[in-house]
């Protein structure tokens, strides 16, 4: 069973910088497609960004320069690196495994608010 936990949410002002984590158990990790994905309040879940297993990355527009995602295999680990964070970045941030059409699961959500 693969389970993802998410850590490292809270109220930030805006132009601020939070560091997400979530840790994945399971062997299957270095072989996953991971991603971030965010759901602001009577709003669709959207992606924010994604990494393969091989490191390629990718972002949504709106957070393109100012967040990272980063992967670290040996301690089976996604991280999301936001800066300049603006209060449209405001939502639930979720992880999110893929493998193949096999495996999709998801964690249960930090919380992000950036307000002054």
């Known amino acids: 069973q693969v389970q993802l936990v998410e850590s490292g949410g809270g109220l930030v002002q805006p132009g601020g910088s939070l560091r997400l984590s979530c840790a994945v158990s399971g062997s299957i990790f270095r072989w996953s497609a991971m991603g971030w994905y965010r759901q602001a309040p009577g709003k669709q879940r959207e992606l924010v960004a994604t990494i393969t297993s091989s490191g390629d990355t990718n972002y949504a527009d709106s957070v393109k320069g100012r967040f990272t995602i980063s992967r670290d295999n040996a301690k089976n680990t996604v991280d999301l690196q936001m800066n300049s964070l603006k209060p449209e970045d405001t939502a639930v941030y979720y992880c999110?495994?893929?493998?193949?059409?096999?495996?999709?699961?998801w964690g249960q959500g930090t919380q992000v608010t950036v307000s002054s």
């Open positions: 999110n495994l893929k493998l193949l059409q096999i495996v999709n699961n």
